[in-house]
């Protein structure tokens, strides 16, 4: 029953991540602007709001669930954005806002120094990574051309002819990551910083599911045109059911 409701709430979170964010924000901006007597409370408000952020990130850090979510504007499958990753923004804007009003009223009073200018900016900067991180919402796409996968430095997109079928984990793995197997290494493509050069990530979905998945589609090139679109699912979780 807990479990069930652990994934539910990772999953509503996923779905309004932007929602859940850009109220974060607003409370973040309404909380920097008002006076200093109201804003300590809402101060107070806001850390405590943080506080529970952070705990919830914790509690559903761990789900990974077994589907795709289908983007036929892409076109692409895609993991689930992780749901821990919206809360920990939320945590993280707690402490961004106390810089952030305390940046303010140094600049109102005078007092601002170049030690304050540079923490708190840093701070600022790195609420808005956290939060850009959690508002994309990166995981693993399947495209009719390959795999790629992203995080917040960077990307690997993999094409469906540099790969084999991946062997498929053990439900005890809990790794979040399973081996690639890349046979043409010169057409993987990586942008940036890629989390790993020869594995997939699988912290927002099951890895059981993915590698099922990444291996239907090597050995069925046929069907790999139309990822993508909701069709497609449904005949793809069917074909899934059936060799389960």
Do not use: C
């Amino acid at each position: 029953m807990v479990t069930g409701m652990i994934d539910k709430l990772s999953a509503a979170t996923v779905r309004h991540r932007h929602v859940v964010l850009a109220l974060g924000l607003l409370l973040v901006g309404v909380n920097t602007a008002a006076p200093g007597s109201v804003s300590g409370v809402g101060q107070r408000l806001l850390m405590l709001s943080s506080l529970t952020a952070l705990l919830l990130a914790v509690v559903v850090m761990g789900v990974r669930p077994a589907y795709f979510v289908v983007r036929p504007q892409v076109p692409a499958f895609a993991t689930p954005g992780p749901a821990w990753t919206v809360f920990f923004a939320l945590g993280y804007l707690g402490p961004a806002s106390t810089h952030i009003g305390a940046l303010v009223r140094s600049t109102r009073q005078g007092t601002l120094s170049t030690f304050d200018v540079v923490f708190d900016v840093l701070w600022v900067v790195l609420a808005a990574l956290v939060v850009t991180w959690a508002w994309r919402g990166q995981g693993v796409r399947l495209h009719p051309s390959g795999v790629r996968q992203t995080w917040a430095l960077g990307s690997l997109t993999v094409p469906w002819e540099a790969l084999l079928a991946p062997q498929i984990p053990p439900a005890a793995d809990r790794r979040p990551w399973f081996p690639m197997r890349i046979t043409e290494p010169h057409l993987v493509r990586r942008r940036g910083i890629p989390r790993s050069r020869r594995a997939s990530r699988t912290d927002n979905v099951d890895p059981e599911f993915l590698a099922a998945v990444i291996g239907h589609y090597v050995a069925h090139p046929e069907h790999r045109a139309a990822i993508g679109t909701q069709a497609e699912y449904e005949r793809l979780r069917a074909a899934l059911a059936g060799n389960g």
